[in-house]
């Protein structure tokens, strides 16, 4: 099946610094990626698409200028979170479809002091 | 825009059946998928439905009526390890963009 990794697993920030999440897709290409956001025990909230050499697409109260996405490979999106806040603490998850279906990255546990 | 409907708790006595629902109101439809998702791990892509019927594998099977706008994932000799949320998940005007519902948790019972 497809994989879906990311990179890091965890990490811990301070307030205002900028922090960037990694998401590959390792034994097939994506042109599309999509990233989420998710509270806990909430649900899944869709941020973004990724597109693979153009700008990407937003959500509606999604800040573009904070949350930075670049896909310059077929195999790599990277998500920049920056100037981050405390609010922006959460759990951040990367997913690519795939013709058997979509597959998500482990995740990204993002803490900000 | 979307909205998608499930029951935010179901609970199940180990080897039995349970029905989650999902009901669903969006601007373009291409399909309804679901997810498992443990406590701290990433969703598991289970199953997805473009069209009316029953879609079976293994323990997990997923319906969908687009004429109801409804669908349901069915989980069968229910395991321990089957606890998890489960969402449903819409592909409105994008097929590859997905939209996630509000999850259900569910617990297994001994």
């Known amino acids: 099946g497809a994989v879906v990794s990311q990179h890091p697993s965890r990490v811990i920030c301070k307030s205002g610094t900028s922090v960037k999440i990694e998401c590959r897709s390792l034994?097939?290409?994506?042109?599309?990626m999509f990233w989420y956001r998710q509270f806990p025990k909430q649900s899944l909230m869709l941020m973004a698409t990724?597109?693979?050499?153009?700008?990407?697409?937003?959500e509606q109260g999604v800040e573009k200028d904070k949350f930075l996405i670049n896909h310059a490979s077929l195999t790599l999106s990277t998500l920049t979170v920056t100037s981050a806040h405390p609010e922006d603490s959460s759990f951040y998850i990367c997913?690519?479809?795939?013709?058997?279906?979509?597959?998500f990255g482990p995740g990204t546990r993002l803490t900000v002091l | 825009g979307q909205s998608l409907e499930q029951p935010s708790e179901v609970t199940a006595v180990e080897g039995a059946i349970v029905q989650i629902n999902c009901t669903y109101q969006?601007?373009?439809?291409?399909?309804l998928s679901w997810y498992q998702q443990h406590d701290g791990g990433a969703p598991t892509f289970l199953s997805y439905?473009?069209?009316?019927g029953l879609e079976e594998t293994g323990r997990f099977s997923s319906f969908l009526s687009r004429s109801d706008s409804y669908g349901y994932l069915l989980l069968q000799e229910l395991q321990m390890k089957d606890s998890a949320s489960y969402f449903c998940?819409?592909?409105?005007?994008?097929?590859?963009?997905?939209?996630f519902g509000s999850g259900t948790r569910l617990s297994i019972r001994p």
């Open positions: 997913s690519a479809n795939q013709q058997q279906g979509w597959f």
């Open positions: 034994d097939f290409q994506a042109t599309t």
């Open positions: 990724s597109n693979e050499g153009s700008k990407a697409t937003y």
């Open positions: 969006t601007s373009g439809f291409y399909g």
């Open positions: 439905n473009a069209l009316d």
């Open positions: 998940a819409v592909s409105p005007g994008s097929a590859s963009k997905i939209i």
